[in-house]
């Protein structure tokens, strides 16, 4: 028997957006999508993100929720360069919410919390 997990993302008509925007933004980052195709509508219906290592898997929910992310499941990436991590807080945070500015904090040099214009709660910190 085998098992494999992964964090799942559903969006509702964004995922193509949202992937492609990742993508852009973060280092390393690539989508892969299963074979013979996965677009609906010119959506990204099923594919998987892969940042450092980390797969998450990302749906397009053909059905409309009354529900969204919610900040209390984020993403949370170490960066060992500064210029890097910048980069993609002003990258993600771009539209979103700020719930913790890029600042020094007691727990580290370089922190932001944030959730970008698609509802992704994201936590990028800087290792030292």
Known sequence: MSITAHPFLMFQGEAAAALALYEASIPGARVERPAG???SGGQAAVATLVVADLAVRIFDSPVKHAFTFTPSFSLFLDFSEEDA???VADAL???G???MPL???DFGPLFAWLVDRFGVSWQLNLLR
């Open 37 to 39: 195709g996965t677009d």
């Open 85 to 87: 991590l910048r980069a």
């Open 103 to 105: 600042d020094s904090y």
């Open 97 to 99: 919410q700020v719930l």
């Open 93 to 95: 945070g771009e539209g």
